[in-house]
């Protein structure tokens, strides 16, 4: 398999290394927000399905952005999306200290809409620009390596949140808890929204240091010379063009479901390890923290293992692996179950990345357009959790995880069909 000699542009690795932080960084607010689903049923005494409005405000942020930002990529450039959207998450992160004060639900679901609406903004930005960083023929492999450094996020984020929220959450259930005075739970939720604040402001703080380093660097943008060319935007052509590309709308539909699984499977192991083998909300966090630390070296291992086998079809036998472990949770719960829920994180490693830079190939000036296509397709992690927290209501958490499973198969079928297509040698189907 020939390789490409350069792996980036010249003037880009500075360039490279400072987004790379950014793809930290949304790993680090995506993970300290899962087991908030957890956190504030406990606290404010809601159904499974209720707190997962959690995910639906932080996921649903995702879908409202991404277009707005490609508009900002496509009128300015890739840098001003990545300042405009760190810039957004900032204010949102600082907006936990009010929401702390106030107590409510609801602010603390608007602060999370702001914070994941900066991220849409940033992730639509900075993974194109990746793409644009080098040669289209490593595009994919190069998005691989710099999405390898959002696990190391999300395991900051998940170690943030086993060590400062979840230990500090009252044992008292919602039995006690209604039992209690209205001073009383007022000054318990209190000490508990204040450990949930603590992590956040200090999240915004890195934010705004990295937004810093970024605004006083260079950052060419070789991708961008269509805008340099007097290239006009007809959205709508664009638009028209995107939709009856079969193997790029396909590729929204895989990343709906790609993100719809990764999110239950990370917001509920909390749930799956309590239901399962009896622990604390502080015992299951590090259960969680086990899959990301699976997630992170499973990431950095298939950027290596994808120099040897092509993309799709690595896509497609690990959607397969992924969907078979969570049946096996759901249908075997206990400590091995729980083992298979730490496990999936091994296959959802290369997905995100994989699914968006070969959904990219071939798009050419669409790219900015595709690439909000692709970001909106977060919504799945807005809404497949709610299904998840109507069948736990139900048929409790173990069984839960056939809600992943069937999204993982989805996602293997377009692995097989991008892998067909190509082995067949034909273009990227149109």
Known sequence: MNQPTRFL?????????????????????????????????????????????????????????ALPAAFINRRYSYKTGILVGLGCAIAGAFLFYPASIAMTYGFFLVALFLLAGGLSILETSANPFVIA???????TRRLNLAQAFNPVGTNIGVFLSAALILPNLNTADADARAAMGADALRALRAEE????????VGFAVVLVAIWIAI??????????????????????????????????????VAQFFNVAAQTCVWTFTLQYAMAAIG??????????????LVFLVSRFAMVWVMGFVRPALLLAGLALAGAGLALYAALVPGLSGLWAVVMISACLSLMFPTIYGIALEGLGEDTKFGSAGLVMAILGGALLPLVQGAVIDVAG??????????????????GLFDFAAVRGGAARPA
Not at 193 to 200: D, T
Request: aromatic fraction near 14%; glycine fraction near 8%.
């Open 133 to 139: 960083m080098g040669p289209e023929g490593n595009a």
């Open 9 to 65: 542009h010249a003037g880009m690795k500075l360039p490279f290394m400072l987004i790379v932080t950014c793809f930290a960084a949304w790993g680090i607010a995506a993970n300290m927000t899962d087991p908030l689903v957890q956190v504030f049923s406990k606290i404010f005494s809601m159904s499974a399905l209720q707190s997962s409005l959690v995910q639906f405000a932080y996921y649903g942020a995702y879908f409202c952005l």
């Open 279 to 292: 622990t604390d909300e502080a015992g299951a966090g590090w259960y969680l923290q086990a899959s990301l």
């Open 215 to 252: 605004a006083l660097s260079r950052m060419p943008t070789p991708s961008e010379r269509e805008l340099e060319a007097g290239h006009e935007l007809h959205f709508g052509a664009t638009l028209k063009r995107l939709l009856k590309n079969r193997h790029y709308s396909f590729g929204v």
């Open 193 to 200: 929204l204040q450990a949930v604040m603590v992590p956040y």
């Open 397 to 414: 958490a173990t069984f839960s995880y056939v809600v992943p499973a069937a999204a993982f198969l989805i996602v293997m079928g377009y």
